[in-house]
C-alpha cells in the first residue's frame, strides 16, 4: 500500500502518523494526514515529513486510517469522504468506538467497496511514541492479515474477533483500567488517612498480589506527584467504561463492579472535569475520603 491516509492528530495520531511515515520512508510510500484543524496537519508535515492533505485528496490512498474521539466522528468523516474513497481501499479506525457502530460502517463502506476494520490500541501515548502499542483487530481475517504488516506503530496486533470485537474488547480493557484505578484509589486513600507513607505502602503493593498497572505506573507518576499530565481524557475513559456496559447488557450477562465504576467514573468526569486526565479519577476518591493521594 504505497499511499496511507491518517485522520485525527490528537495525543495519539500525531506519534501514530509518524510512525507510519517512518515506514514509508524506508518502503517508498507516502502518508497523507487530515485533522479538522488543518495547522495541525500542517505543522505534522513539517515535523515528521508527511503531506497534509484535504478529504478529498484522502480518498485516493489505498489506506486510510482514524483515531478519533468517538465513532460519531468517524461517522462524520465517512459522510465527507465517501463520495471521493476509491473503491478496494482500507478502512481502518483506531477510534475507541462502539461495536454496534462498527457493525453499521463496514456495511456503509461496503457498499463502495471499502473494507473497514476496527482497530483500537492500547498503550499509551508513550506506547504511540515507541510504536509498541497492542492493536485489537475486528474482522474478517484475510483482511486482517492484508493490513496487519502496515500498522507500523504496533508492538503486537491481535485478531479478536469479527467485526465490532476489536472495540469490544478496547472497552471492555478500559472498563478494567476504571476499576484498578478507583480500587486502588480508595485502598490509598484509607492508608493515607492512616497516617501510612503511601510511597513505601505501593512498594508492598506492587511486590504482592494487589498490583496492576495503575499502582505501578500510573499512580505513581501521576497521582503521587500531582502532575496529573493530560493524555487520555477522563470524559473518554468515561465513555469506554459505558460502551463496555453495552457489550455487557448486548450478550444479556451481569457485570455490577463494572456498572457501579462506570457510574462512579461518569460521576468523576462531571464533577473533576471531562478533559482531566484519567488517572484524576482519582480526585473524586479524595473527595468521597477528605483525604489526598500523595
Keep these: 500500500m504505497k499511499t496511507a491516509a491518517f485522520l485525527g492528530l490528537g495525543a495519539m495520531g500525531v506519534p501514530m502518523a509518524a510512525a507510519l511515515a517512518r515506514r514509508a520512508a524506508t518502503t517508498g510510500g507516502r502518508v497523507l494526514v487530515w485533522n479538522r484543524h488543518a495547522e495541525k496537519a500542517q505543522a505534522h508535515a513539517a515535523g515528521y515529513g508527511t503531506q497534509a492533505a484535504t478529504l478529498e485528496e484522502v480518498g485516493g490512498a489505498q489506506l486510510i486510517l ?5 465513532s460519531a466522528d468517524v461517522d462524520e468523516v465517512i459522510g465527507q469522504l465517501e463520495a471521493h474513497i476509491n473503491p478496494s481501499t482500507f478502512w481502518v479506525d483506531c477510534t475507541s468506538g462502539h461495536p454496534d457502530a462498527a457493525q453499521l460502517q463496514r456495511a456503509r463502506l ?3 467497496g471499502v473494507k473497514f476494520l476496527d482497530a483500537p490500541v492500547s498503550g499509551g501515548v508513550s506506547g504511540a511514541e515507541a510504536s509498541t502499542l497492542t492493536v485489537m483487530l475486528g474482522g474478517p481475517a484475510d483482511e486482517v492479515r492484508a493490513v496487519r504488516g502496515e500498522l507500523a506503530f504496533a508492538g503486537k496486533a491481535v485478531h479478536v474477533g469479527d467485526t465490532g470485537a ?3 474488547v478496547k472497552a471492555v480493557n478500559n472498563a478494567l483500567l476504571a476499576v484498578n484505578l478507583w480500587a486502588a484509589g480508595e485502598g490509598l486513600a484509607a492508608l493515607g488517612k492512616g497516617g501510612v507513607d503511601l510511597s513505601a505502602a505501593l512498594d508492598v503493593i506492587n511486590a504482592s498480589s494487589g498490583r496492576s498497572n495503575a ?4 499512580i505513581p507518576s501521576r497521582v503521587l506527584t500531582r502532575a496529573f499530565p493530560p493524555t487520555f481524557g ?6 469506554d467504561a459505558d460502551i463496555a456496559l453495552d457489550v455487557v447488557r448486548a ?11 462506570a457510574a462512579l467514573t461518569r460521576a468523576a468526569s462531571q464533577l473533576v472535569g471531562p478533559h482531566e486526565d ?9 473527595q468521597m475520603n477528605a483525604q489526598e493521594i500523595r
Design 66 to 70: 482514524t483515531c478519533l474521539p468517538t
Design 110 to 112: 461496503l457498499k463502495r
Design 251 to 261: 450478550v444479556g450477562s451481569s457485570a455490577p463492579v463494572l456498572a457501579q465504576v
Design 166 to 168: 476489536g472495540f469490544a
Design 234 to 239: 477522563l470524559g473518554l475513559l468515561a465513555k
Design 278 to 286: 484519567h488517572t484524576a479519577l482519582l480526585k473524586l476518591v479524595e
Design 215 to 218: 499502582t505501578e505506573n500510573l
